[in-house]
């Protein structure tokens, strides 16, 4: 292993060569991809977001009139706007709708966070209470929920968040909703919700 990063250091040998002499010798993927990452570092995949095109398609309509009515309020009797954080636990990679949806809450007024992909429950707890968000929205896709979602719950209450509300979105069955609002659950929304809507129930529960 100390050859494989030394020549990742050099440059000048043949990794692809050195990396399946180390195999031969028994060595895992893991082992051989963390001598390369001492010297090249890991991926960090960043999650972006878009602004103004939820916004823009609302207009300046009664719905959009309302909701930032509700943000004012909140944010008159709280010194600040609603704050929220969208993560996706676990080995869940499907991000569109969850990116989808911090986009459009920002539109309305809120001020949204994202965490990276493939967040433990504790790394995602750990980003709600250093940014001191009022609610968690977690995108599940991965039929993970009725694992990670406990795990959540309980790492939210050891650290000290149990008033940080917590809702679920992205494809869930019906029938498993009764087992997430039992582990404390605030909310959940299933595909089709209308983000306004969704908004403002988000904002009862949080006020």
């Known amino acids: 292993m100390n050859e494989l990063t030394l020549a990742a250091k050099e440059e000048k040998r ?4 050195l990396s399946i002499k180390a195999a031969k010798h028994r060595a895992t993927i ?37 909701i930032q009515k509700q943000i004012e ?11 929220m954080l969208v993560v996706k636990i676990g080995q869940d990679g499907h991000d569109r709708g969850a990116k ?19 967040q433990t429950p504790l790394e995602a707890v750990k980003q709600a209470v ?16 009725k694992t990670t979602i406990p795990l ?3 790492e939210l209450k050891k650290q000290g968040g149990g008033n940080v509300k917590v809702i679920c979105g992205g494809v869930i069955p019906p029938k498993d909703y009764a ?5 404390g659950v605030a ?13 403002s129930k988000i904002l009862r529960l949080i006020s």
């Open 14 to 17: 043949n990794l692809l060569e």
């Open 30 to 66: 893991g082992e051989i991809s963390y001598a390369l990452e001492k010297i090249y570092g890991r991926y960090k995949p960043m999650s972006k977001t878009v602004s103004g095109v939820y916004g823009n398609s609302l207009g300046n309509t009664k719905e959009l009139r309302s």
């Open 73 to 83: 309020d909140f944010k008159i009797a709280e010194g600040r706007r609603p704050r």
């Open 100 to 118: 989808l949806i911090a986009s459009s809450f920002a539109d309305l007024g809120f001020d949204v966070d994202m965490g990276p992909l493939f």
């Open 130 to 145: 250093e940014n001191d968000v009022h609610v968690i929205g977690v995108s599940t896709q991965a039929a993970g929920h």
């Open 152 to 154: 959540l719950m309980k």
């Open 179 to 183: 087992f997430l609002k039992k582990h």
């Open 187 to 199: 909310d959940i929304f299933g595909p089709g919700t209308n983000i306004a809507l969704a908004a």
